[in-house]
């Protein structure tokens, strides 16, 4: 997806930029080393967003009036919303967020004394394996796509059709205690996520569109911030075993990814999009696999004992409309051409637009198409379904 000059320039004048450790005390007016629901933490995230004079002179007369001051106002208030939720659903029942928590949700830089190196160990719940990580938080349940459980009756083919999808992760976190500056960067945080991701549609009557793929991995993750053109960098790296229900195929691969971030062009992190009736996040991804087939068994399109290497981009885009409130579009494409092995590319496309059944998204029903080859099993999809998503 291609970013015009115009657009890019509009989002780099309107959005939130980082905020350097040192400034956030400032807001923490009752000086309780939290920021608080309320007027700390709308002054904080206004604080943060750039306007040029000229968006502030309106008429032009060399001064800010009163009709003016109000209008800005109203339009940071429409800048910040996004991540004012975001805030509310991280800290729950809490007075409000830890200062050196508030660096990092915000995008600028983790707090200068290092913090308590401790394992943080969550079961997350995702469709995809990726679904984890970005910036710093395992990413809310209201922002992710859930595990997808779908039933279809074909009745002109006496056909009924099961089909479950997602990935089940173990979360464990740790932070480095490093301080990095813009001049300099560093490893602020690495994981490991040992999990699983399955993928299975059973047909009654039509066996041969069956899906049966089943992906165990080990994996892990570095968080590189500061000293450089991004916010903030992650670098993955995961063990793969590609096989089915059955175990009766075999598929062994490296896995190698990274991912950029920056908060003012919406890379990672949700933003608002010119005239205020969308919220987006896109997430561009840098993907390389290489591996051999070992058992093919009832997948006849693998080749066995053959080895394979391919490389390409991964891009997710997700939008969330204004004015339908729980609604989510989302697009995901990869392309992974490939250098040895068969087959010599995977392309893999997925639209889905879901409706969230409660207020923090863990549920969710709505539509889903996917097309294309599936990674490392490369089986072929090209389906539309209705189903109910879970996330946690």
């Given at each position: 997806m291609r970013m015009s000059p115009v657009f890019l320039l509009f989002c780099l004048s309107f959005c939130a930029f980082p905020v350097y450790a040192g400034s956030v005390e400032e807001f923490d007016a009752n000086g309780n080393g939290l920021i608080e629901q309320g007027s700390e933490i709308t002054a904080l995230l206004k604080s943060?967003?750039?306007?040029?004079?000229?968006?502030?002179?309106?008429?032009?007369?060399?001064?800010?009036?009163?009709?003016?001051?109000?209008?800005?106002?109203?339009?940071?208030?429409?800048?910040?919303?996004?991540?004012?939720?975001?805030?509310?659903?991280?800290?729950?029942?809490?007075?409000?967020?830890?200062?050196?928590?508030?660096?990092?949700?915000?995008?600028?830089?983790?707090?200068?004394?290092?913090?308590?190196?401790?394992?943080n160990g969550r079961l997350l719940v995702r469709r995809d394996y990726e679904n984890i990580g970005v910036m710093d938080q395992s990413k809310d349940p209201a922002t992710v796509k859930g595990a997808w459980v779908a039933y279809t009756k074909d009745y002109e083919n006496r056909n009924d059709i099961w089909q479950i999808r997602g990935s089940a992760m173990y979360l464990l976190r740790s932070e480095t205690g490093l301080a990095p500056s813009e001049e300099k960067g560093g490893v602020t945080a690495y994981s490991f996520v040992?999990?699983?991701?399955?993928?299975?549609?059973?047909?009654?009557?039509?066996?041969?569109?069956?899906?049966?793929?089943?992906?165990?991995?080990?994996?892990?993750?570095?968080?590189?911030?500061?000293?450089?053109?991004?916010?903030?960098?992650?670098?993955?790296?995961?063990?793969?075993?590609?096989?089915?229900?059955?175990?009766?195929?075999?598929?062994?691969?490296?896995?190698?990814?990274?991912e950029p971030v920056d908060t003012g062009i919406g890379m990672g992190v949700?933003?608002?999009?010119?005239?205020?009736?969308?919220?987006?996040?896109?997430?561009?991804?840098?993907?390389?696999?290489?591996?051999?087939?070992?058992?093919?068994?009832?997948?006849?399109?693998?080749?066995?004992?053959?080895?394979?290497?391919?490389?390409?981009?991964?891009?997710?885009?997700?939008?969330?409309?204004?004015?339908?409130?729980?609604?989510?579009?989302?697009?995901?494409?990869?392309?992974?051409?490939?250098?040895?092995?068969?087959?010599?590319?995977?392309?893999?496309?997925?639209?889905d637009v879901s409706y969230a059944l409660n207020e923090k998204g863990n549920y969710a029903i709505g539509f889903a198409y996917r097309k294309g080859r599936l990674p490392l099993t490369f089986e072929q999809v090209d389906e539309l379904t209705l189903g109910l998503s879970v996330k946690y």
């Open positions: 943060t967003i750039t306007v040029p004079y000229a968006g502030l002179d309106t008429n032009r007369d060399g001064k800010v009036d009163c009709q003016e001051s109000e209008a800005l106002d109203r339009k940071l208030d429409e800048e910040i919303s996004f991540r004012l939720e975001e805030y509310r659903e991280l800290i729950g029942d809490a007075a409000g967020m830890p200062i050196a928590d508030v660096r990092r949700f915000i995008g600028g830089l983790p707090a200068s004394s290092p913090p308590a190196v401790s394992d040992p999990g699983v991701s399955f993928d299975r549609v059973s047909n009654s009557n039509a066996g041969c569109m069956d899906v049966n793929s089943l992906t165990f991995r080990l994996g892990s993750e570095l968080e590189y911030m500061g000293g450089g053109f991004f916010d903030a960098q992650y670098l993955r790296l995961n063990l793969a075993y590609a096989s089915d229900f059955d175990l009766e195929s075999g598929v062994l691969a490296l896995e190698a990814q990274w949700g933003r608002s999009l010119p005239g205020g009736l969308f919220d987006f996040r896109w997430r561009p991804i840098l993907h390389a696999e290489g591996g051999r087939v070992i058992e093919r068994g009832d997948k006849y399109w693998l080749v066995g004992d053959e080895g394979f290497f391919r490389a390409g981009p991964k891009l997710h885009l997700d939008l969330w409309p204004l004015f339908l409130e729980r609604v989510r579009i989302g697009f995901d494409w990869q392309y992974l051409h490939g250098f040895s092995g068969y087959p010599g590319h995977v392309r893999l496309f997925e639209g």
